[in-house]
């Protein structure tokens, strides 16, 4: 089992940036791909992007590419999702969760075998 716990949300002025890391502990994390989630108030949890734990190859959302970066360090045991030029609609609890590599992608919010508590990131209109 994988334990994580996220933290960096917070407020942010439209445009800004963010950077989210992840608390990465457990054990047999060479079978995981860890992953960034997010769901705002009365949508679905969305996927992100994800990144393979020990070959650090990454896959995006096609619609997150380009503001959103994901990377990972296995000496700190972390896991960060930077985010740039923040719009409103980015306003969400941001989850970090733990997959089976084998199993995306894609990757759903169906086939993840950990989540973390999550973190707020607010971006007013």
């Known amino acids: 089992q994988v334990q994580l716990v996220e933290s960096g949300g917070g407020l942010v002025q439209g445009g800004g940036s963010l950077r989210l890391a992840c608390a990465v502990s457990g054990s047999r994390l060479s079978m995981y791909a860890m992953t960034w989630f997010r769901q705002a108030p009365g949508k679905e949890r969305e996927f992100i992007a994800a990144?393979?734990?020990?070959?650090?190859?990454?896959y995006y959302e096609d619609s997150m590419k380009g503001r959103f970066t994901i990377s990972r360090d296995r000496a700190k045991n972390t896991v960060s999702l930077q985010m740039s030029s923040l719009k409103p609609e980015d306003t969400a609890v941001y989850y970090c969760?733990?997959?089976?590599?084998?199993?995306?992608?894609?990757?759903?919010?169906?086939?993840?075998?950990?989540w973390g508590q999550g973190t707020q990131v607010t971006v007013p209109s």
């Open positions: 990144i393979a734990w020990v070959s650090g190859s990454t």
């Open positions: 969760a733990a997959v089976p590599q084998w199993l995306g992608p894609p990757f759903t919010a169906s086939i993840v075998d950990s």
